[in-house]
């Protein structure tokens, strides 16, 4: 299945390096789009804004992108935008993180500890 034209078009200019070109065709076209494209189409101006080294642009349309999904790309984009942001950073410093508290261990390691 094709994507609709104004993906395809984002999707060269983001390959163009024309990235706020991208941005203005996505942002003027998702209204028009159906809904099942919604998600690709903030993922690709989340794209747009990240290679334009615009971390805290990219993460609302990432955040959009991902809310629902099931794509782990999505979430990965996601993580990566908070990342350079400098989102997770200023939790960590700031006690929103705790150095104990990352990585979160899954429930079967803390079940396996406590039985020790």
């Known amino acids: 299945m094709r994507d609709p034209a104004p993906l395809a078009e984002a999707r060269e200019l983001i390959r163009a390096g024309r990235f706020d070109a991208a941005v203005e065709r996505l942002v003027a ?61 200023r939790r960590r410093t700031s006690g929103g993180l705790s150095s104990t508290a990352w990585p979160p261990r899954s429930t079967t390691t803390a079940k396996r500890t406590a039985r020790r």
Do not use: I
């Open 29 to 89: 076209a998702l209204p028009d789009l159906p809904v099942e494209y919604h998600r690709q189409a903030c993922a690709y101006a989340g794209f747009a804004h990240y290679f334009a080294e615009r971390w805290t642009e990219s993460l609302g349309y990432f955040q959009s992108a991902a809310r629902g999904s099931e794509v782990p790309e999505d979430w990965f984009n996601l993580a990566m935008a908070q990342v350079k942001s400098g989102r997770w950073e």
